[in-house]
């Protein structure tokens, strides 16, 4: 049975990535309190603040529950401007139309997209993945650190990460329930990924490849290995985030995963000499 892309799918992953923020934000309060990393319940979403330059630092699910309002808005830009963050927020395009009509009219601009893509469990065999040197498997406690620095120095483009690339690679660690992988090849550790399972939903993410090992299936192996131990758990569909025309995305795509939908993330920067609404 093909998978509908309605607005009903759409709200069920766009909170689920929401969530997702939350418990983010939730582990990194844990393992840097410096940071003072919060969380803001706002137009059935979550706004996310993890560090003013951190990816993480955003809002994610707004109107999936019905309209927006500039009150709203107004909570939304007061949490990331008072805590010195622009306000990004990723719209998903079956949210309700307020929300993208509240934005354009507070001068917010297009930063990037995002293809959604998703995977049934029920539509058919998982099949094999064509040959690889890589082979992929779940991280055992004493590999979480060697987890954490291939994961950062893939996203670092194998150069050395800088603080927040360390950061945001160990508190996936933290995150309650999620689950880490690596991929080995001639027994190194060449790529990771992670994923969390929500109910009857698996949420895949964190894939990062060192950039001499691309293009030698180290991260369809993790999809992989990823899918089957999701399916023997009883989940229903699977759900990763990638960039349009990437190579995750073309690896996502042969291993069976469609777009359901595609999120603009816009932005906008705090206005000069910004007071906290009181």
Known sequence: MMLASDRELATRLELLYADESRRYAEAWSWLDPSVRA??????GGWCTFTGADSPLTQAVGLGTQGEVTAA??????????????????AVCPLAHPSLLQGLAGRGYVPWEFEHVVVRD?????????????CVARRVEPDDSETWARVVA?????????DRN???????????????????????????????VVRGDLALLTGDATLP????????TQ???????EATAGGCRLVTAGVAPGGRSHRNFERQGFLVAYTRITVGRNAPSGYAPAR
Request: charged content about 15%; aromatic content about 6%.
């Open 121 to 133: 469990l029920g539509a058919g065999s998982l099949g094999v993945p064509a040959a690889s040197s």
């Open 72 to 89: 709203q808005l107004d909570a939304l830009e007061d949490f990331f401007f008072r805590r010195g963050a622009s306000a990004r927020v």
């Open 38 to 43: 919060s969380s803001l319940p706002v137009a």
């Open 222 to 228: 993790l999809i992989h290995q990823r899918v089957r």
């Open 212 to 219: 001499a090992a691309r293009g030698h299936g180290a991260q």
């Open 153 to 161: 120095q893939g996203f670092a483009e194998g150069q050395e990460p």
């Open 165 to 195: 690339g360390v950061l945001l690679a160990r508190v996936s660690l933290l995150v309650e329930g999620m689950r880490c992988y690596l991929a080995w090849e001639c027994e190194a550790p060449v790529a990771g990924g992670a994923m």
